[in-house]
């Protein structure tokens, strides 16, 4: 049985843990090792989490497979365009990708953008990411490309769009 709920603050350790047990079977032919710790140690600490989650900076929710968290997505409004909502994370455990889970929570925030009235959604994936693909086989198209700081580091991403 699959759910999709709200994460609480309770649940910011199990998303660092998805989070790291997905970034390093999809990122290490794509980002060296040491850019791949310092992401993570920037971005995937529970204190970080729970603080987007208790301020509200970014909504989590969480798949459960059996009632075992197995993936997450976390959006909200762009900083720059509060009538754009993007699609900050989405990540499935290792195990059960291939399953429909991915689409799952796509299709979640898509439903939570439709209800707040916002018709654009927008997300970055970096270029050399295969999930680029899954993104267009659900609608996203290419918007621009973008190089991003992070410490010592780029992001060299995609930025894709999907209209509702």
């Excluded at 208790?54 to 989590?60: D, L, P, V």
């Excluded at 459960?64 to 997450?72: L, N, Q, R, S």
């Excluded at 720059?80 to 299709?107: E, S």
Aim: proline share 4%.
């Amino acid at each position: 049985m699959l759910n999709i709920r709200p994460a609480t603050l309770a649940d910011a350790d199990i998303i660092v843990k998805i989070a790291h047990q997905t970034w390093w079977p999809t990122y290490r032919s794509i980002l060296s090792t040491e850019q791949i710790t310092y992401m993570l140690d920037a971005m995937y600490v529970s204190d970080k989490v729970a603080h987007q989650i208790a301020e509200g900076e970014q909504t989590y929710i969480l798949l459960e497979e059996e009632g075992t968290p197995v993936a997450f997505a976390s959006y909200g409004p762009r900083n720059d365009d509060k009538n754009v909502i993007k699609l900050h994370k989405l990540y499935c455990h290792p195990t059960t990708q291939g399953k429909g889970y991915g689409r799952k929570l796509v299709d979640a925030v898509v439903e939570a953008t439709r209800q707040v009235g916002i018709k654009t959604l927008d997300l970055n994936v970096n270029r050399n990411n295969k999930a680029k693909d899954f993104y267009q086989k659900l609608g996203f198209t290419l918007l621009r490309d973008e190089d991003i700081p992070i410490g010592p580091y780029w992001m060299n991403d995609h930025v894709m769009r999907k209209e509702l």
